[in-house]
């Protein structure tokens, strides 16, 4: 199966700050989609950005495309302790989640 | 709207012995995905079910079997239980109708120990 791999594997930031990570592709893709999951828990939709998209924000949220670097990234500003999750890329298809980035925010 | 629901949440098994766990899709939805999440492996997607057919398959052992009703519940059962099995079990539907992405929406997964 083609899966994406997050980067970095796990981020620790202070409440307040950005926190960045990326996903990377093999394929040509139609869409990207970002999910979190709270620990032990069932992962939940954040945003869907389609290949002809280059940047989508909602709330504090930025995603960007870059389908020449077969590239995303997620950034979230401001972040709070509730931000604190694994993060995961899935892209067209099922098969494609990553191994997640685990964020943990500190108050 | 109600939203994907697991059941069991928890369940303690021993190896050899077999389970099944049932998902409830999203009302309307009538793709539901299988997936196996482990520390060491991360999320694995095992099948994924639409309109009682199985339309993708991931790669895993035929210990793992699924099926889908006609009301789009579905169910997975694992044979054999290994020590390995132990992970958590999530369930994900979606209105997809073409296979191609779409929104998939989780349930809070059933965790599963094998002893």
């Known amino acids: 199966s083609q899966q994406g791999e997050e980067d970095p594997q796990a981020l620790s930031i202070q409440e307040g700050e950005n926190a960045t990570m990326n996903c990377s592709y093999k394929?040509?893709?139609?869409?990207l989609q970002w999910y979190r999951q709270n620990s032990g828990r069932g992962l939940v939709h954040l945003i869907l950005?389609?290949?002809?998209?280059r940047e989508k924000h909602s709330g504090r949220l930025r995603v960007t495309l870059d389908t020449s670097k077969k590239s995303s990234s997620l950034l979230i500003t401001a972040s709070r302790a509730a931000d604190t999750a694994s993060y995961f890329c899935?892209?067209?298809?099922?098969?494609?989640f990553g191994a997640g980035t685990t964020v943990t925010v500190r108050a | 709207k109600a939203g994907v629901t697991q059941t069991p949440r928890y369940l303690i098994k021993t190896r050899g012995q077999q389970v099944t766990l049932s998902c409830s899709p999203i009302?309307?939805?009538?793709?539901v995905s299988w997936y196996q999440q482990t520390p060491g492996q991360g999320l694995q997607f095992l099948f994924e079910?639409?309109?009682?057919?199985?339309?993708n398959k991931g790669n895993f052992p035929g210990r793992f079997s699924g099926r889908q009703f006609s009301n789009s519940r579905s169910e997975m059962n694992v044979s054999t239980l290994e020590l390995g099995d132990s992970a958590l079990y999530l369930c994900?539907?979606?209105?997809?109708?073409?296979?191609?992405?779409?929104?998939?929406?989780f349930g809070p997964g059933t965790r599963l120990t094998v002893l």
């Open positions: 079910y639409f309109s009682e057919t199985q339309r």
């Open positions: 009302s309307g939805h009538r793709s």
């Open positions: 994900a539907s979606s209105r997809s109708t073409s296979g191609s992405t779409d929104t998939q929406y």
């Open positions: 950005i389609r290949s002809n998209e």
């Open positions: 394929t040509s893709i139609n869409n």
């Open positions: 899935e892209y067209d298809y099922k098969l494609s």
